[in-house]
Every structure is written in C-alpha cells, then in structure tokens.
C-alpha cells in the first residue's frame, strides 16, 4: 500500500461511525446500506457518504442486487484486521 494511499484509508477509518459500520458488518454480514442506516439511526444519505469512502479503500466491497446495495467487510484488507481488535467498546 502507498503511503498517500495510506493516508487515505487511515482517516477512512479514524471515524466513530465509521468503526460502528465495521462492528455491524462484523455482527450482521451482507447488510444493505438502509439497513446499516436503520441499525446506526444514520440518514440515507450520511450512511452512504461513510459507505462510499470505506468502499473507495476497499476496506469494504459492495454488492449491487437489483435496487438494493448489500455491503461486506474486506476480511483481507490489512487495516481491517488492526481496527476490528480495538473496536469491542
């Protein structure tokens, strides 16, 4: 990974609500991007801007059916595995 990539994805995941979408993904797999919006009480469209810059690293990936999105972790993706860890509070 370059470092401005890096970058990038660092201030991705330096966010609450950002750590709150990994945590349900962890929990509950395959969920569309308004049923995270419901499980985090977050509008439509913030929980798609925290969505997009989390895809925009592939630190998730995003799966189109039919209207809905369906959002999955990365589970390869190296930051994933050190945010993940810390996030149990």
């Known amino acids: 990974m370059q470092r401005k990539e890096l970058t990038r994805c660092l201030k991705a995941v330096a966010n609450e609500r950002r750590v709150r979408i990994f945590e349900a993904l962890r929990n509950s797999p395959g969920r569309t991007v308004g049923d995270l919006g419901r499980m985090l009480k977050l509008s439509y469209p ?8 989390l895809a925009a690293c ?24 050190a945010v993940l860890p810390l996030s149990r509070s």
């Open 46 to 53: 913030s929980i798609s801007r925290h969505i997009q810059k």
């Open 58 to 81: 592939e630190i998730i990936t995003l799966d189109q059916r039919s209207l809905n999105v369906v959002c999955h972790l990365n589970r390869k993706h190296p930051l994933l595995h």
